[in-house]
């Protein structure tokens, strides 16, 4: 079988490693070789043991009848996007780690390798090397899933851990993740919980086979986490984790949301640490099934590229079935039950029982406290209460159950 890698950067490179160090492995799963004709990229490699392979023209890739696979490791939606899609068109199956690609234009491509009879899959785009796309496509999907909640994004879930670790402030934590090369110079859509939307967004889709765009997924951050709210919840034994999460109701409804969560130590997601990620999937009669590795890098990354080459090598590959369903799964979260950790100030204690009922103090230097269960529509009301009195909701974070 012969390949085309599109991109020679930190994926790609790892991609054509470890294609070229475990081929012997690769080859007795597969039954045939596997060989790397093209590697596209628009700068040249002059110094790479792969430069005779080094081309700048897709559509060379394209023409060639011999190339079955292509796979697509440039990221954005734009290139990758055409790429993609011409590939298809001439027949070939695609591989990717795209996850931005995946999110907006899965079920697009999807239904195109389908017609066009070939495959494309991205167990990369989620979890780096983590195989869970895979397994929820595969292994559970006779098992209706009720929930995946997953610490999606490598860069926050360092970050954060810092913030427990040393008591740093996110602005020092987030500048320490810059320097150690975990977080990019613009970190905007790791931090704002962006990355972690598309990664659940698939996760979503594998689940339901409704595919909503990420874009309207309600999203939090942690940009707003504060060393103080990091210091209440390791006072009542939590840790902080942001959190990509599709759940499934008992009467069908489903949702989707991205949010920093408080969890208590014996969550299972509790102790997953620094660039780790871990994706929780609930199933109706599994139950809990957990999945942790490494979420990013060029290593794991490749790992989960050369598992897809891997089986469609073998013809063990399979097609998720993505719907565009925008709507079907609400995006609007207003029912979503839970406990809140809250910090206000300018009201009091008497006020504040007012307007939140029961509430468990946490504090003595601030306002704060654990409310009772209550919907998010139910906590908006009680914030224009609070703010109609003259007071000011400084933090809030829900509490995972
Ligand atoms: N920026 C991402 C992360 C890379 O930090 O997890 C992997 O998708």
Do not use: W
């Amino acid at each position: 079988m012969k390949v085309a890698i599109l991109g020679f950067g930190t994926v790609g490179s790892g991609t054509a490693e470890m294609l070229t160090k475990n081929k012997a492995l690769l080859e007795a799963h597969a039954g045939e070789e596997v060989e790397i004709k093209y590697i596209v990229d628009i700068r040249s490699f002059p110094e790479s043991p792969f430069a005779d392979r080094i081309i700048n023209d897709f559509s060379v890739v394209e023409k060639d009848e011999e190339v079955s696979l292509v796979i697509e490791v440039i990221g954005g939606a734009k290139i990758a996007y055409d790429f993609t899609k011409r590939a298809l068109l001439a027949g070939k199956s695609v591989v990717t780690s795209n996850k931005e690609l995946v999110a907006t234009y899965g079920a697009e491509l999807l239904a195109l390798a389908k017609e066009k009879d070939c495959y494309y899959l991205f167990e990369a785009a989620v979890g780096g090397g983590i195989p869970v796309l895979s397994p929820i496509a595969n292994d559970l999907s006779h098992n209706e899933i009720t929930e995946i909640s997953g610490i999606l994004n490598g860069t926050t879930n360092y970050i954060l851990t810092r913030m427990f670790s040393s008591g740093a402030s996110f602005e020092a934590a987030l500048a320490e993740a810059q320097a150690k090369g975990y977080a990019e110079a613009d970190p905007t859509a790791d931090v704002e919980g962006h990355d972690a939307a598309r990664k659940i967004a698939i996760l979503g889709a594998l689940a339901s086979g409704k595919m909503v765009s990420s874009d309207a997924i309600h999203t939090e951050g942690i940009r707003a986490i504060r060393a103080e709210d990091v210091a209440a919840a390791s006072k009542i034994g939590c840790s902080i984790k942001l959190l990509g999460r599709y759940l499934r109701t008992e009467n069908g409804d489903m949702f989707l949301l991205v949010a920093p969560f408080l969890l208590p130590a014996d969550s299972p997601l509790s102790g997953i640490s620094d660039v780790y990620n871990g994706v929780l999937v609930r199933g109706n009669f599994v139950g809990d099934v957990m999945f942790y590795g490494r979420g990013a890098g060029s290593e794991p990354t490749a790992s989960a590229v050369v598992a897809d080459v891997d089986k469609i090598a073998r013809g063990a590959a399979y097609r998720p079935a993505f719907i565009v369903a925008d709507g079907d799964i609400p995006t609007e979260i207003s029912f979503f039950r839970t406990r809140r950790y809250v910090v206000v100030e300018g009201i009091d204690a008497s006020a504040v029982e007012i307007i939140f009922g029961e509430t468990e103090p946490l504090s003595s230097e601030e306002n704060a406290f654990l409310t009772a269960e209550m919907s998010e529509k139910g906590f908006k009301s009680r914030v224009a209460r609070l703010e109609a009195c003259g007071g000011k909701v400084v933090s809030h974070i829900r509490l995972y159950r």
